[in-house]
Every structure is written in structure tokens, then in C-alpha cells.
């Protein structure tokens, strides 16, 4: 009894995390491909980040990209970057 009970139980753990897979990817690049731009960039301070997410699960799915700021591990600004 105690041995069907672990194989029942090691059967749903695999079934459960099976289903828990997506295959969303995230890509990030920094700059451009234009070195005259980029000297401005530099120059002004200004950094360009350009990032790209792809996959099947984001299809008719809201987001929002946000960024947290802490300070001495205390949360001390949220600020939304895209919100879909």
C-alpha cells in the first residue's frame, strides 16, 4: 500500500511540473547598431536597452513591465515601464 501510494505520488509531482512549463524567452540588447548614434547616446548619459519577449503562452495575455528601486533592502520606488 505504502509503495502505490509513492508511485501515485511521484506520477502526479511529473504530470503537475510537466504542465508547468512554458516556453516564453526574453531576449536583451544594449546599444544600436549605429556608431554615431551611440556617441550621442554616450555622451548625453543616456542608455538604450531594447528588449524582446516571444513565445506562445503571451498570445491575448495583459502585462506590465515594472521597476523596483530599494535602498537598505526597503522598497523605495515603483515605477511601471509598459503596461499592456
Same mark, same amino acid.
Given at each position: 500500500?505504502?509503495? +502505490? ?5 511521484? #506520477? ?6 510537466? &504542465?508547468?512549463?512554458?516556453? #516564453?524567452? $526574453?531576449? *536583451? ?7 554615431? +548614434? $551611440?556617441?550621442? +547616446?554616450? &555622451?548625453?548619459?543616456?542608455? +538604450?536597452?531594447? $528588449?524582446? *519577449? ?8 495583459? *502585462? ?17 515601464? &509598459?503596461?499592456?
Amino acid at each position: 500500500m505504502k509503495n +502505490l501510494l509513492l508511485i501515485l505520488l511521484a #506520477i502526479v509531482l511529473s504530470i503537475s511540473t510537466a &504542465f508547468a512549463q512554458s516556453d #516564453i524567452k $526574453m531576449r *536583451f540588447g544594449y546599444g544600436t547598431d549605429n556608431a554615431d +548614434l $551611440m556617441d550621442i +547616446l554616450y &555622451f548625453e548619459n543616456i542608455g +538604450l536597452g531594447k $528588449m524582446s *519577449f516571444s513565445g506562445g503562452d503571451l498570445k491575448n495575455k495583459d *502585462f506590465q513591465i515594472s521597476i523596483r528601486k530599494f535602498v537598505n533592502g526597503k522598497l523605495a520606488k515603483t515605477e511601471v515601464v &509598459f503596461d499592456s
